[in-house]
């Protein structure tokens, strides 16, 4: 298995603009959790679905964040508007199960202008 | 809700020498999992090493071993032999074991970062 594929890498966008980020987790794994790590508050989570289904989204700054996961292949992680502030590395994670450690993808850099 | 403590904001070693990174945790769970992760400058988040609460054996894969300290809520990670590819951010993070609360997001400390002179 290709590990944990998110897109795109990079992202410069300017404020106020529409932002997608997506991800797809390792085939099989039920779990998809979505982290975001900033200097400031280091790595907290966002949001994670098991089997699809929104699990916890207490972590979901405010109203311009959304997530979804249309099937057990992809996620998505939209912010709209975005502001200068939610500039951070976005991460993708999936656990096969609770005993299973967590594997992430590579990121996406996000910096709102 | 629980907490991870790194207290070393940034550490360095000597190549080929031994250091030791330190973690706390604060639960009132007795069953958790405690990882160890690395964030080379890639960005790339790595599983080092993972370690069962109820086990009582220290985990340990290559140059990497750690110390649990249950009763003491501690976590620390050994890297012995250092070598240049070891320089890296790492993360001490915990995860609860409970399966009936479904909490299976982990909780990070904020990070060391770890030098390696050669």
């Known amino acids: 298995d290709a590990g944990v594929i998110q897109s795109p890498r990079h992202e410069v966008t300017e404020m106020g603009q529409e932002v997608t980020l997506r991800c797809k987790p390792i085939?099989?794994?039920?779990?998809l959790f979505w982290y975001r790590q900033t200097m400031m508050r280091g790595l907290e989570l966002l949001i994670y679905?098991?089997?699809?289904?929104?699990?916890?989204d207490s972590g979901m700054p405010e109203d311009r964040f959304s997530a979804k996961m249309p099937n057990a292949s992809f996620s998505t992680l939209k912010i709209q508007p975005s502001e200068p502030r939610d500039s951070a590395v976005y991460f993708c994670?999936?656990?096969?199960?609770?005993?299973?450690?967590?594997?992430f993808g590579q990121g996406t850099r996000l910096t709102v202008v | 809700a629980q907490t991870v403590t790194q207290s070393q904001p940034e550490m360095s070693v000597q190549e080929a020498e031994t250091v030791t990174l330190s973690c706390t945790y604060d639960t009132s769970e007795s069953d958790y999992y405690l990882f160890w992760y690395k964030q080379p400058p890639s960005r790339q988040m790595i599983l080092v090493i993972r370690q069962e609460a109820y086990k009582q054996q220290n985990a340990t894969e290559n140059r990497f071993s750690v110390n649990f300290q249950k009763a003491a809520k501690s976590f620390s990670l050994k890297i012995s032999d250092s070598q240049l590819g070891d320089a890296a951010m790492y993360f001490c993070?915990?995860?609860?074991?409970?399966?009936?609360?479904?909490?299976?997001?982990?909780?990070f400390g904020k990070g060391t970062k770890l030098s390696v002179i050669p």
């Open positions: 085939s099989g794994h039920d779990y």
């Open positions: 679905f098991n089997n699809n289904v929104p699990i916890d």
């Open positions: 994670a999936s656990i096969v199960n609770q005993n299973t450690e967590a594997f």
């Open positions: 993070a915990y995860r609860s074991g409970d399966t009936l609360a479904g909490s299976y997001q982990l909780t």
